[in-house]
């Protein structure tokens, strides 16, 4: 069955750095595109960034909060997601979530819908 | 962006149908696309897709649970309702002026 783990969250100051992973396992994981996204305080959801199949050439998207910042990056070869995340403000503290993206719009490479979602870890940006 | 805009709870009673609205404006819900998605998350869980191109159900989602939109709201029913329905949910939409989809702020709901 599908599986994403997530790990590399934790306490961290303002303007502090920190790399998330994501391992997937139990499906083709070059075939799909992937994405963070993050509930935070009031469990608001928020869609983080997206990033297409290829790891060479690969269509990468933002929110406008995080852009600059956050940085996605995958290894197909290790079936592996990354978010390294700098700057980092307290308003980033979030439990963080790997999902895989079932659905892109026909334009603009947009994630439309996550089929799969991992356990989250919790980013948490605190002085 | 701002979220789409979800009534913070809505409850019923066991077998009985509810309806979540989920309201946003032309530029996502509204939009030409029908690119809503609606997902279940229970306290401590991840959530779960259970809608997507506003109608479609993803393989093992319960018949109960059902999407529609008209205009720029979008709605959730579920029918039969079940204890284990009690849950949050959320729906989330393409929106025209960004690359990211935006979520609604949740729904809770009870089931009596």
């Known amino acids: 069955q599908v599986q994403l783990v997530e790990s590399g969250g934790g306490l961290v100051k303002p303007g502090g750095s920190l790399r998330l992973s994501c391992v997937a396992s139990g499906f083709t994981f070059s075939e799909y595109y992937m994405s963070w996204i993050r509930q935070g305080p009031g469990n608001r959801l928020e869609w983080v960034s997206s990033?297409?199949?290829?790891?060479?050439?690969?269509?990468?998207n933002y929110a406008d909060s995080v852009r600059g910042r956050f940085t996605i990056s995958r290894d197909n070869a290790k079936n592996s997601l990354y978010l390294q995340m700098n700057g980092l403000r307290v308003e980033d503290t979030a439990v963080y979530y790997c999902?895989?993206?079932?659905?892109?719009?026909?334009?603009?490479?947009?994630?439309?819908?996550?089929?799969?979602w991992g356990q989250g870890t919790l980013v948490t940006v605190s002085s | 962006q701002s979220a789409l805009t979800q009534p913070a709870s809505v409850s019923g009673s066991p077998g009985q149908s509810i309806t979540i609205s989920c309201t946003g404006s032309?530029?996502?819900?509204?939009?030409?696309?029908?690119?809503v998605s609606w997902y279940q998350q229970h306290p401590g869980k991840a959530p779960k897709l259970v809608i997507y191109d506003v109608t479609n159900r993803p393989s093992g989602v319960s018949n109960r649970f059902s999407g529609s939109k008209s205009g720029n709201t979008a709605s959730l029913t579920i029918s039969g309702l079940l204890p284990e329905d009690e849950a949050d949910y959320y729906c989330s939409s393409y929106i025209i002026t960004s690359t990211l989809g935006v979520f609604g702020g949740g729904t809770k709901v009870t089931v009596l």
């Open positions: 990033m297409s199949t290829s790891s060479y050439s690969p269509h990468t």
């Open positions: 999902a895989r993206v079932t659905r892109i719009a026909a334009t603009g490479n947009v994630p439309l819908a996550a089929d799969n």
């Open positions: 032309s530029s996502d819900v509204g939009s030409y696309n029908n690119y």
